[in-house]
DNA sequence: AACGCATCCAACCGCCGAACT
DNA sequence: TAGTTCGGCGGTTGGATGCGT
């Protein structure tokens, strides 16, 4: 019974790749394509595993990889996707930051990003102002570090709006349709095929740190416009607040059982985003303290 | 120059669901 | 249906490199 093993995994060769087996997976797929990865070591005629072919190919060897150094925008986008997906990093390369691996973008996080948030009072896996209450985080919680914090999330929130706002009226109809053959369409075409509340599916049931409850609450608390206006009531989420400026959280925003929801209230959710943010909470707070703002002293 | 520490990132590990026999 | 492997994902590791003393 079962599949019979590929190969004899003690013969594999393991760790850094040279450049010569490089080129012999690299010409190769190109020349036939990876089609099993089970296999393709063998055709190939390299001593690795089909895993750890396909991490190469995935991860270094894949033409549309971006090998630049991350922007700020991709940066700030980044900490914005893990607000709504958590740590779905594959998610956020496929869907959102194009030319980025996953491995990429979970570098990035767990190197630069988690710390950022540390450091400008931010719990990294909330996304919430750090509560002196909270005996597992040793980061200052003073009214300055809470401005900041707020400030920027506010700001990252905004700089995220506009960069998908621009990307979303740049190309409409390639949009809807990576939308559509997205996981979010996936969902959509799930929720009314069965009748089924968006919480059950794969997408949402997936996520380790992100299920239904824990979407960003500090993109609420940044955005509070949404909160009130877009905030879904729900049965089965409790504490699930979307945040919907963004189409997997849009996708989200159908949490309930309201199966008749459709792209086109997504759409309306979206282009519903208020473009001013809450920055109230910036009067009457000393100029002083934006001098050594985040974005003045990115780490 | 030598040392220790911090940071980066490619690669591996472990797990889970899907696919296969 | 059961047992096994595969493919894919998130988490973690460890060697390479940079930097400060």
């Not at 943010?277 to 002083?288: A, I, K, T």
Request: aromatic letters at 6%; glycine letters at 4%; charged letters at 25%.
């Amino acid at each position: 019974m079962g599949r019979t093993p590929c190969c004899d995994s003690k013969s594999l060769k393991k760790g850094p790749w040279s450049p010569e087996e490089d080129g012999i997976l690299v010409n190769y797929i190109n020349k036939h394509g990876h089609g099993s990865w089970r296999s393709l070591p063998k055709l190939a005629g390299l001593l690795r595993s089909g895993k750890s072919c396909r991490l190469r190919w995935a991860n270094y060897l894949r033409p549309d990889i971006k090998r630049s150094p991350f922007t700020v925008e991709e940066e700030n986008l980044v900490i914005q996707l893990h607000g709504s997906l958590g740590n779905r990093h594959v998610a956020m390369s496929e869907f959102e930051i194009v030319g980025r691996t996953d491995n990429e973008i979970k570098n990035l996080w767990n190197t630069h990003l988690k710390k950022r948030l540390l450091r400008i009072g931010l719990d990294p896996n909330t996304h919430e102002p750090i509560t002196p209450s909270d005996p597992t985080t040793a980061a200052p919680t003073s009214p300055a570090n809470r401005h900041m914090a707020r400030w920027e999330s506010a700001r990252l929130e905004a700089e995220a709006r506009l960069s998908e706002e621009s990307s979303l009226f740049k190309s409409n109809s390639d949009f809807f349709l990576r939308l559509w053959n997205s996981e979010v369409g996936e969902s959509f075409r799930k929720l009314n095929k069965e009748d089924k509340t968006i919480c059950q599916s794969p997408i949402l049931q997936t996520s380790s740190s992100t299920k239904c409850g824990s979407v960003s609450a500090v993109t609420v608390d940044s955005c509070p416009n949404i909160a009130a206006s877009n905030q879904v009531e729900d049965t089965e989420c409790k504490s699930f607040k979307p945040c919907t400026k963004d189409p997997i959280n849009a996708s989200n925003a159908s949490c309930s059982n309201k199966s008749d929801d459709s792209s086109d209230t997504t759409l309306k959710l979206l282009l519903d985003f208020p473009i001013d943010n809450d920055m109230s909470f910036l009067e009457n707070v000393d100029p002083g303290i934006y001098l050594t703002s985040p974005s003045e002293d990115y780490l």
